[in-house]
């Protein structure tokens, strides 16, 4: 992940654990790498270790008998698992803690997935309403955006309780308009493993069902539903705003490393409004291209924007106008 390369290395640590803790469990849940027999025990493994580091304890982890398939990395991943539990055991307790409550509540959500959609589906099933979505929004990344807020605040003396707070109820936000955005993009991939991540009350509204939108020519059925998710998403950022709020401006490389997803969300929101048939054609990936990354990474670390400047870059001109337009957004 480029984010986590931003970070000062002692804090790199910790990210890089819990992603990876959290990156074995997904590769056990949602790939063949693992044996479908022993998928189940596997997470079930993983499921108990998260809630002992949850209570600073440290874990052991057995490797996993590898299934037919996955890729190479995958597999690799799995057969380490008792090393990956080291790596994590090294984590000082509070760390481990941390690392524990965040994956504790990722393995949930993947059980949910599981639960709902199976591992292989040949029809496509959608989530019931707006209600499960944002529990699957929260499951997936809006508990990270929370954890990343819980790490910054232990490098400072600075933040206060009510600081912690704020900077993880915006974390929330933000995590929450990043997989969001994720839905949209990765929408016509994901029908063709079974699974819909939008609401299915918002199918219905537009008369769609699941299996309508592997038509990119539905697209205008289902617009008023897309609109909807796209004004959520925007919505979320906004309101992650504050989260930059409570991070020193001389915290360069931290601040871009929580810039730079948020602003790549609004610029893939905005491909996406543009031509939004694009989502619907699993040959396709909406996506900000590499140089536009990295010309935004050298504006973050080169000439580092202030507050209103990420405001900016976060928003849009155009959403940040109408922001300072009303009085209330505004205050």
Not at 110 to 139: I, K, N, V
Request: proline content about 7%; charged content about 30%; glycine content about 8%.
């Amino acid at each position: 992940m480029l984010s986590l390369r931003l970070l000062p290395p002692a804090l790199r640590e910790h990210f890089a654990r819990a992603y990876l803790f959290a990156r074995a469990a997904d590769t056990v849940a949602d790939t063949d790498a693992v044996a479908p027999a022993a998928r189940e025990r596997i997470l079930g493994q993983l499921e108990t270790a998260a809630r002992r580091l949850a209570r600073g304890d440290p874990i052991t982890l057995e490797a996993a008998p590898l299934g037919p398939g996955g890729t190479a990395e995958e597999r690799t991943l799995v057969a380490q698992l008792p090393a990956v539990a080291e790596w994590l055991n090294e984590l000082d307790v509070p760390a481990r803690k941390r690392a524990g409550e965040v994956c504790t509540t990722l393995f949930a959500a993947m059980r949910r997935d599981l639960a709902r959609f199976g591992h292989h589906r040949e029809r496509a099933a959608a989530l019931p309403d707006e209600a499960a979505l944002d529990t699957y929004l929260y499951g997936n990344a809006g508990c990270v955006g929370g954890y990343w807020a819980q790490e910054l605040a232990t490098t400072s003396h600075r933040f206060t309780g009510l600081d912690v707070q704020g900077l993880e109820r915006a974390g929330v936000h933000l995590g929450k308009a990043l997989q969001r955005v994720n839905v949209l993009r990765d929408l016509a991939k994901d029908l063709r493993r079974g699974r819909c991540y939008l609401p299915a009350t918002g199918l219905a509204a537009c008369g769609l069902e699941p299996r309508d939108l592997y038509f990119p020519d539905r697209i205008g059925r289902m617009r008023p539903l897309l609109d909807a998710q796209i004004a959520a998403a925007r919505a979320d950022l906004e309101a992650g705003l504050e989260f930059f709020h409570h991070l020193p401006h001389r915290w360069v490389r931290r601040r871009a490393a929580a810039g730079l997803p948020a602003i790549l969300a609004r610029r893939t929101l905005d491909r996406i409004e543009a031509a939004p048939h694009r989502i619907l054609d699993a040959h396709d990936t909406v996506k900000v291209p590499r140089p536009e990354v990295k010309r935004l990474l050298a504006r973050l670390l080169v000439t580092p924007p202030s507050d209103r400047g990420l405001e900016r870059l976060v928003l849009g001109p155009r959403r940040r106008l109408q922001r300072r337009a009303d009085p209330v957004a505004g205050d």
